[in-house]
């Protein structure tokens, strides 16, 4: 978002072929952050106030071009490199659940509560639960900010999200779907705020995602400069993203995440609430 808001994203054109690969480019350096910094911060010194920092993304947004698809990894404060592409497969077992809450009174809860999934996770034998699965997160590469060693931490994708607006609550989301949580409900708020549209119109729309960086979940798979993107996205644009370099792989339709939200309006009391119809598994329940 850092990245982002030095953009009039919203003179672009909702999907246009200049927002997407400008969506796309800023997505490629932020996960390449990720990739090089994030680890237990009780092992590894992560510099967030750099990483977090407007001028660091003045500086990272300087590497944004245009009229091109980056095919490396830029990570800041290292000099760039290419990924070997991964063999293909469907690396991702399961999924997790989200859910969103908001009262009368305007309280509001996001959260992806997620650990197990039955298909990858081992049973303990006599205790009836699934060990968490989060430890393939951590790598076997011992120089990686994420390695794997006695008492550390594993990240997590999980990116439940609330939003303050003048210091009151405004608006929570998020949405099942392991590193493309990110990406997919950044989407649905770009929507709002910088194209104007309400919080189901918002959630309808196509998207797009990078694997572009390591998968957060074993094997770690990457596959440089390529962005999966909803075939509901005009073809033209398509087209055009492929042109700059991009490699585009183009989903079944309405299959990119379960996103839901609630916006709340402090003033009057209403709440806006909307799931996305993908799959058919989320639901918007108001009383």
């Known amino acids: 978002m850092n990245l982002l808001e030095g953009y009039d994203l919203g003179s672009m054109g909702h999907n246009s072929l200049e927002y997407l690969h400008t969506y796309i480019e800023c997505a490629k350096l932020a996960f390449a952050d990720r990739e090089q910094y994030y680890g237990d911060p009780d092992f590894v010194d992560v510099p967030l106030d750099m990483l977090l920092s407007k001028e660091y993304a003045g500086k990272r947004r300087g590497l944004v071009d245009p009229g091109r698809a980056s095919l490396e990894m830029r990570p800041g404060g290292v000099e760039p490199y290419m990924l070997a592409k991964s063999e293909e497969g469907d690396w991702f077992e399961g999924d997790t659940v989200h859910l969103e809450a908001v009262d009368g009174s305007g309280n509001m809860l996001s959260a992806t509560p997620s650990g197990a999934w039955f298909r990858s996770s081992p049973l303990i034998p006599g205790l009836g639960f699934c060990m968490g699965t989060r430890g393939q997160m951590l790598h076997l590469d011992p120089g990686h900010a994420e390695c794997l060693g006695p008492g550390r931490k594993p990240s997590t994708t999980l990116t439940p999200s609330l939003v303050m607006r003048d210091g009151r609550p405004y608006m929570v989301f998020g949405t099942p779907g392991g590193d493309n949580q990110d990406q997919w409900s950044l989407q649905l708020f770009l929507n709002h705020v910088d194209f104007g549209m309400g919080v189901q119109m918002a959630l309808d729309q196509p998207t797009v995602h990078i694997q572009h960086v390591p998968g957060s979940f074993w094997p770690h798979a990457a596959y440089p400069g390529r962005v999966h993107v909803e075939p509901r996205i005009p073809g033209d644009v398509l ?35 909307g799931a996305s119809p993908r799959r058919a598994e989320a639901q918007a329940i108001g009383w």
């Open 239 to 273: 087209a055009g993203l492929a042109g700059l370099g991009h490699k585009v792989v183009v989903s079944p339709p309405w299959s990119h995440g379960r996103c839901c939200a609630i916006r709340y309006d402090p003033d009057s009391g209403v709440m806006f609430g």
